[in-house]
C-alpha cells in the first residue's frame, strides 16, 4: 500500500522535541514537491529544483512551524493562540487553533493582506485585529500581548516554529540523496532561512545558533554537506542586506514586507556559517520572476515566494551561479493566495463569444 504521509512530526518525530506520546495537532503538512525546473537550468546555468510550499494544507510553509508550535501549545494551559502576520502565519494558525480546540487571534497591517490569505483567517473563525502601522509593529504588540496574558505566542520568535520548518531540508536531502551546493530563498522576518540552515546543519551532523539541543544529532548524520544558503529580500524591505532596520518596509511582496526581522541573527549566522549571501530585488524582478514559474515551470506562486527566483536570476546574470551546480528554491506559497496581483496589468477583457464550435475556432485563432 501506498505510504501515506503523516504529517512532519510523524515522519521526523526522531529529531523533533516530541515524543511519541505527546498530543499532535497536524493537517498532513510537508512532503511537498521537489520539482526540476528545467526551465531554470536553461536560464542559470545551474541544475535547479523549486520546493513547492504552496500545496501545504494552508497553501505556505508557515503549516511545518504551525503544527509544532501548535502542539506544544497543548501541553501548557493556554487556550488563546496569538500572532502577527503578514497573511501566511494567520492563515496557519487559525486553521491549526481550529484543529486543536484552541481560539486564535491575529493582529494584522491593516489594508497589506493579501485577500486569500485574509479570506482564510476569516473562514477559520480567528478574532481579527487590523493595526494603522506594519508588521514590525503588529510583532512588537502581539509580543507585549502574550507576556501579559495567558496567550500563547505563535511567531517564529516561538522556537517550535523553527523546529518543524526545520523539516523542509530534510525532505530535500531525502529527495536529493545529499544536500544541494546551493540553497535560495526568500527572507522576510528570517525565520525560514534560519530553520533551513538548522536543518541542514542537523542531517549533517551538527547544531546551529537556532538549535534547541542536540538530541537531533544522537542518530547518524544523512547529508554530507551542507549547503550555502542565498537569502533574497525586496528591495524596499531589506534590512538584511542594508545591515539596519527599514522604518517604513515597501513592497507588491506583502509577504516580506518586513523592516525589523525578529530572526535577525539566526539569518545572518546561517549566510556567514555556509558562505552564502543575502540580496535584494526590485518589484519588477519579482513579478517578472512570478511569470516566468507560471509560465515555464507550471508552478503558480505568490510574489513573497518569487524573490528567492528573482534572486537566483539575478545571480546568474551577475555570473554567480557555477555551473552545473545543483541548486533548491523554495517557493513558500501558493499564487491563488493573491491572484490581484499576478492579474496587475493583464488583459482581463475576455469578450463573449456564440455558443458555437466556428466561432470558438474563430476566437481561438486556429
Ligand atoms: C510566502 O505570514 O512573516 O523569512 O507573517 O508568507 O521566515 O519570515 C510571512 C513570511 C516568505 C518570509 N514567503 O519568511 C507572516 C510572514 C512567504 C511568506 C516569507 C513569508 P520568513
Redesign the pocket.
Known sequence: MAHQWQGVIREYIDRLPFAESDPIVTLGEGGTPLVHATALDARTGGEVYVKV?GMNPTG???DRGMTTAISHVLRSDAKIVA??????????AAAYAVAAGLKCAVILPAGKIAAG?LAQAIVHGANLVAVDGN?DDCLRIVRELTERFPVALV??VNPYRLQG?KTAAFEVVDALGDAPDIHV???????????YWMGYSEYAGHTTLASVDDSALHIEPVATKVPQMW?VQAWGAAPLVLGHPVEKPETV?T??R?GN?A?WKY?EDARDQSHGWIDRVTDEQILEAQAILAAEVGVF??P??A?SIAGLIKAAEEGKVPAGAKIVCTV??NGL?DTATALAGRNLEINPIEPTLQATVEALAL
Request: proline share 4%.
Open positions: 510550499e505556505s510553509f508557515k500572532c502577527a502576520s503578514t497573511g501566511n502565519t494567520s492563515a496557519s490569505k508588521f511567531n517564529s520548518q530563498l526568500p527572507v522576510g522576518n528570517a525565520g525560514n532561512i534560519s530553520a537569502g511582496a509577504a516580506i518586513i526581522p530572526s539569518a506562486i505568490e513573497g515566494s524573490a513558500t506559497g493566495k
